[in-house]
């Protein structure tokens, strides 16, 4: 199939990778040229603009940062719209607010372009290995065109609703994603305190209700002193924020999300920001009066 890839970071670029070692055609771009190196190594062809990488694509894929870059590179001047056809199919992977996506998505279908919102969970490892969890939002029919270039990217699958509702599932994805990890990072700096080996406490906790992949996964990284990011705080922080503006466009009260938001606000604000999430540990060190390396 004919695709095009626009964005091509952490996540991005072996998610392109994951599409071309399936056999498929690839139109790349990057706003950093040397991000395309790889690609181009491996067969894509390089594009100069969102737009030509959208030429005579079935399928165009973005993962950017956030809200505006979406909108800038399927909107904008040499975005998606200016170089797609009636029928494509715009899949916009990146983590944003709903209500972007679904104003997006009208502007879009009004160029005759579908969309499809289809944030991911995994983190870098997950895109290496093409095992992401994907959560799509949009047209049926869209979706099953694209669920076989999905399928090289990710092992779960889930068309969520209509339009907006893969971030929708998103956000609760982050929510108990973060909430999970400093509650861990907050265990594991408790027992350090109590002079315990945290090892032997994930152990003990591995056999009990306390469980999680979280625990046995970030757990085991944040005990190994691993902070390498597969997924950065301030990103981590980035997402909890969507979710918080939506709860209070909403009204509803989500006070574990806001208390975690707080502390990737102060990891981003304290050098720790471009740490993984897990770097949270870090941040509860310090503020209990010892400091790991």
């Given at each position: ?8 970071g ?17 139109r ?79 502007r ?16 870098e ?135 975690t ?18 770097g ?14």
């Amino acid at each position: 199939m004919e695709a095009g890839f626009v964005g091509l970071g952490i996540m991005g670029r072996p998610m392109a990778l994951n599409l071309l070692r399936a056999g498929h055609r690839l139109r790349v771009w990057s706003r950093r040229a040397e991000s395309m190196r790889p690609l181009i190594d491996a067969g894509a062809i390089a594009c100069d603009s969102a737009a030509q990488a959208a030429q005579g694509a079935q399928v165009v894929f973005s993962m950017v940062a956030d809200a505006p870059d979406v909108k800038q590179v399927a909107l904008g001047e040499r975005g998606v719209a200016d170089g797609a056809a009636r029928g494509c199919v715009f899949v916009d992977m990146s983590t944003i607010a709903p209500g972007a996506a679904r104003s997006i998505a009208a502007r879009l279908a009004e160029r005759g372009i579908d969309m499809l919102d289809a944030p991911v969970s995994g983190g870098e490892a997950g895109a290496i290995s093409g095992s992401l969890t994907i959560m799509v939002g949009g047209n049926s029919n869209a979706f099953e065109r694209v669920r076989p270039l999905f399928e090289c990217l990710g092992k779960s699958i889930t068309l969520i609703g209509d339009s907006g509702a893969g971030q929708v599932a998103k956000a609760c994805n982050q929510v108990v994603t973060g909430i999970s990890v400093a509650v861990i990072a907050e265990a594991f700096n408790y027992a350090r305190v109590n002079g315990v080996d945290g090892e032997r406490v994930r152990e003990a906790l591995l056999g009990g209700f306390a469980a999680s992949r979280i625990l046995d996964n970030h757990g085991g990284r944040m005990l190994a002193r691993n902070f390498k990011p597969g997924f950065k705080a301030w990103m981590h922080q980035k997402d909890l924020r969507i979710v918080l503006d939506e709860a209070h466009r909403l009204g509803i009260a989500l006070p574990a999300a806001a208390a975690t938001a707080q502390l990737f606000n102060a990891m981003s604000g304290s050098s720790l920001g471009e740490d993984d999430s897990i770097g949270v540990l870090k941040l509860y060190e310090r503020l209990s009066g010892g400091v790991g390396p």
